[in-house]
């Protein structure tokens, strides 16, 4: 059976930001996944977690989905603390990579090619206050025409890294005056069956 990892990031701030709209986005995913005969494995990083564990949940599932909010133009501090624990710990056992990829023996492998986890696929979910319009569009001031994507580089070269291939990521944008979010979860689920095989 196939298994899924539902990572959510969201960081509770009491009178301000509490999750739900996160927490919707991890429902939509688990019952599209469900529907669809994959074991679906769940970490809420603000719960708890243990390193070694998620290593472990990694290895196990065919899909890692993150769903995260978009806290000053990253994921919450405390998923950038997941990564250096968990990553190190799979670093550690040599069971996501075995070094940077490189050899002083044969000087064309690239760095970043060290990865164990080949045939395993990432995905991000993201709830904005920015619009749409934000991005890809060379004459917005602040993005500059760069997209998610650019965003989440961070994040994304992380799996890449591990030889994970990287999926299209799924937007929620413009949360808090102008978006459309009961149409944004209602099509969550037809981008999942459209990128994910």
């Known amino acids: 059976m196939k298994k899924v990892l539902l990572i959510n990031t969201h960081l509770t701030y009491q009178g301000w930001s509490e999750g739900t709209l996160n927490n ?3 429902q939509k995913a688990k019952d599209f996944f469900t529907t669809k005969g994959l074991e679906v494995l769940e970490t ?3 719960n708890g977690y243990n390193a070694d564990e998620e290593v472990e ?3 196990q599932a065919d899909i890692v989905i993150l769903q995260t909010p978009v806290n000053w133009f990253g994921a919450p501090w405390i998923y950038k603390k997941y990564v250096d624990e968990v990553f190190n710990s799979g670093l550690q056992s040599q069971k996501f990579l075995s070094g940077d990829g490189r ?3 044969d000087s064309t492998k690239q760095y970043g090619t060290g990865g164990k986890m080949h045939g395993k696929k990432f995905m991000i979910c993201a709830t ?7 991005f890809n569009n060379p004459s917005q001031s602040l993005m500059q025409g760069k997209g998610t994507e650019d965003l989440f580089l961070n994040i994304t070269s992380n799996y890449r890294f591990c030889g994970v291939e990287i999926l299209e990521g799924y937007n929620c944008f413009d949360i808090f005056k102008d978006g459309d979010i ?9 981008h999942l069956e459209n990128n994910i095989d």
């Open 24 to 26: 919707a986005f991890i």
């Open 44 to 46: 809420q990083i603000e």
């Open 57 to 59: 949940k990694h290895l």
């Open 103 to 105: 050899t002083r023996e």
């Open 128 to 134: 904005f206050n920015a619009p749409a319009e934000s």
């Open 182 to 190: 009961a149409k944004d979860l209602e099509n969550y689920p037809k």
